[in-house]
């Protein structure tokens, strides 16, 4: 075959008398929107193609004479959208176009790039890769929207019925028992509901809610052996056979299906096929998959890489980020992810750990393992001190009256000119307070009037404290994490029964934490009992939390989280060894990830008993002259190059 396109000039596509142009087309992410934003998206491209032009000279489809009426070609190719038609004005609703330079390197790769085309009986080579084109031969009666996403790329050609010509096929159509309605194509049915159904079409005709068009669809195959170009043609014939819908293997036309694909090209209509605008807008793909524009990379389950940016500079409100699951679903793991790029990048964390998942990754970033004493006079700030006395004295000790008594004493104490201590505090209070020492006596152990340094990664594990020292010692902790300079995390794993009595101030934190270049990330089980009535301080993180990333839970019954999102919670499936899922969602994006871990990420984050043992017994034996970083790279590259401990 001769390559059909004569030039491509100032953007545009010369094809003997046809002039085209050829777009990248950039839709949105329909895993983002809810059942009724995917319906409005729905109701906009059937619209869209209802509105589409007509060429006014062109003669009537019924005559069966050639005619000039206006082309639309839209190819769904490795994951891109294009759009091609002699139709400057169409825009595709749901989409922003992006002229596209070079047409023919988008839907060819650059090795090839027309060598000698070989045709066979039912595929062609081109500079060595094997082509097939499967034809959409039988459609469904019914289609959803995007249902044919993940079967296979593939390339769409349609034009459309002038108004008058699409309302006389409606009659014939309906004198010869076939129908169209609502996204279903025009088929032999029983003769009473081609009669039904065809005067429905009939109807929406007239008032404009529906058009007539041709298209034709088909599946483009291209794999480098021919024994993986058979393996694949069966893999979408399964995939069709699954939609009701079967395939048909090009075999003599295949130089006019070919030139039909090449960008420019007018294409032909073989094996075409009635649609109503309804059926042919779920034909239309939305290819988007996007969270943020930058940040941590991920996976979509279609395999595109998409980033989440805890410090995404549009979030609504603030930069924190709650992490919710069953044990064992992954929480930690992406927890540590995050924490370990956002490191990397410069950001400076505070971990509060339960259970030690996080101690590897601090020992491998160079990060200081907190003391065991505190100094809560370190920091001068009056509200953070009564929120730390008020974390160890019973909410029914002191009214609201004595509170704002205890507050003022603070100011009063901090304003002498005299080195401040707890000690010298806590005897100031029990002067207006009899017997209020009491209730510092468990924390005195833990309390030293020296200053800690403030580091740029520290780590705190909880299990070194008792449970009633453990609220006072968040409190301190996140004052010492405002005064981290500059961008920060601080990760809290399953604390929050330790901070009801200190509600109020945790939600103030968390409100205020973005004007200090701050993120809180929260790790909690279940969601469900996190939000529960009985849990003031669950709701208040929720609700001053902008990222939150579900993984599988049981149950999510609770009215802050849709029905559309609890479904979407419990189909997250992860799989030992390859990756773990979790459902994304923030205030404007609603998005199923997965996450692949490296080796290195995989035996740093995993918390698994029998991983950690062979990690020890290595360090064990060569842990003595190398560093923590160095002796974690060396195990990686032992175990997954050289066999690990198997080898021995």
Sequence with gaps: MDFPITKIENEKIFQNENVTTFFRLKGIDLEHLNNEGVDSLFNGVRNSLNNLRNNDEGLSKLTLTKESNFFYKIYSIGGETYFNSDDETFEVHGHKNELVIDPVDAVFSESDFWGAIEFEKDHFLLNGSFWRFINLYEVPAKLNFQQLNGIGDYFISFRKYPVEDAKKLSGRV???????????????????????ESEQILEDLIHGDENLF?????????????????????????????????????????STILESFVPGSEPDFKRSHFATSSYLSCLIPFNGNEVHKDGIAFNSLSGEEVYVNI??????LNFNGLITGKSGSGKSVIAQKILLDSLDAGVKGLILDK????????????????SEKFNPLQFKNPHYLKAFLM???????????????????????????????????????????????HYFTEVQDFITDSKIRITDITYVDTALYPKKIIGPLIIYLIEYFKNIHGKK??????????LERNSE?????????????????AITQDVADFLSSHSRVGQVIYNNTNHKFFFYQD?????????????????????????SEFFYKDDSVRKTIRYYATPLEYELFTTKKEDNLKIEKYISVYGEYLDFKTLINNWVDFKYNHGGMDAQ
């Design 555 to 579: 149950t999510t019954s609770t009215n802050l989280i849709t029905d559309e999102d609890s479904a979407r919670i419990h189909s997250l499936r992860s799989i030992h060894g390859s990756h």
């Design 355 to 370: 259970g030690q998942s996080f101690k590897k990754l601090t020992l491998y970033t160079g990060g200081n393992i907190f």
């Design 174 to 196: 309906r004198n010869v028992n076939q129908i169209t309605s609502d996204q279903s194509y025009i088929r032999n049915i029983a003769s009473e509901s081609a009669y039904k």
């Design 214 to 254: 041709d298209f034709c669809l088909w599946f483009i195959v291209r794999r480098d052996t021919k024994e993986e170009l058979d393996l694949e043609t069966r893999r979408i014939m399964s995939s069709l056979s699954r939609i009701d819908a079967r395939g048909l293997v090009e075999t003599a036309g295949l």
């Design 489 to 498: 995390i601080f990760l809290f794993d399953e604390c929050w029964e330790y």
């Design 311 to 316: 410090f995404n500079p549009y979030a609504a």
């Design 391 to 437: 974390s160890l004295i019973p909410e029914v000790e002191l009214s609201i009256k004595d509170q704002g008594r205890m507050f003022s004493l603070i100011k009063e104490y901090l304003s002498k000119d005299e080195e401040h201590t707890f000690n010298g505090l806590v005897s100031e209070l029990s002067k207006n307070f009899e017997g209020i020492e």
């Design 505 to 521: 101030y945790i939600e103030e934190c968390f409100r205020t934490f973005r004007k200090h270049n701050a993120s809180a990330i």
